[in-house]
């Protein structure tokens, strides 16, 4: 069964620590997603990978960055943390193996992280 | 920017009826893709539609897409207490990448 899987479920941190957020497939996917989730705003894509260390800009990367040093892990960071990134954050991935954008992402859990 | 509304954004229906949630986006696409997320955790994709498709079925669930119209539409037949969940669709162009709607909350009493 393909997986994606987040670090934690649940996180709690206060203004101005570093925050890690972990990312690992299973898939052998190339091509992997962060996305934060707010009410009444849907997703909204913060950074994507297309392969080992690469990195784009989503629609909202300010306050955030990642990195990707294995295929298998992306790691969403918050380098200063501040109350406005209280949000579920979600982690997905997908393969490119149709070359037109049809590949479904693969989604994990979510990890519900407050910052206090 | 955000690139597809749904509507409408909540949707209360009894066991047995259908379920039909509309998707509006502004710019040309390859192809659009619904999912389900059920309350607190992660997105499960549905089904694609291809732009150059205009009705696409699985299972309970049928898809239309105008393309002219910039929208799509996510039926859902003879819904179950297990369909409740929030419902997304989602864009694509030719990159991998995908642009999020904001999302219907269905809800199905017995």
């Known amino acids: 069964d393909v997986k994606v899987t987040q670090s934690s479920r649940y996180l709690v941190k206060r203004t101005g620590e570093k925050v890690f957020l972990e990312c690992v497939q299973d898939m052998d996917h190339e091509n992997m997603f962060w996305y934060r989730q707010d009410p009444g705003l849907g997703l909204r894509l913060i950074y994507f990978?297309?392969?080992?260390?690469?990195?784009e800009k989503g629609d909202i990367p300010e306050g955030y960055s990642v990195s990707r040093e294995k295929k298998e892990r992306f790691s969403l960071i918050l380098e200063s943390a501040s109350t406005n990134q209280t949000s579920m954050y979600l982690c997905?991935?997908?393969?490119?193996?149709?070359?037109?954008?049809?590949?479904?992402?693969?989604f994990g859990p979510g990890t519900r992280l407050t910052v206090l | 920017s955000q690139q597809g509304e749904e509507d409408p954004q909540a949707l209360s229906i009894q066991e047995g009826e259908n379920a039909t949630m509309n998707c509006s986006y502004k710019?040309?696409?390859?192809?659009l893709q619904w999912y389900r997320q059920n309350s607190g955790r992660g997105l499960v994709h549905l089904i694609l539609i291809r732009s150059n498709e205009r009705e696409k079925h699985s299972g309970r669930l049928r898809v239309t897409l105008d393309t002219s119209k910039k929208s799509s539409s996510l039926l859902i037949t003879a819904s179950r207490a297990a369909d409740t969940a929030s419902y997304f669709c989602?864009?694509?162009?030719?990159?991998?990448?995908?642009?999020f709607g904001t999302g219907t909350r269905l809800q199905v009493t017995l």
């Open positions: 710019t040309s696409i390859n192809n």
């Open positions: 990978s297309y392969d080992v260390k690469m990195k």
């Open positions: 997905a991935s997908s393969s490119s193996f149709s070359g037109r954008g049809e590949d479904e992402q693969f």
């Open positions: 989602a864009t694509s162009g030719t990159a991998s990448k995908l642009t």
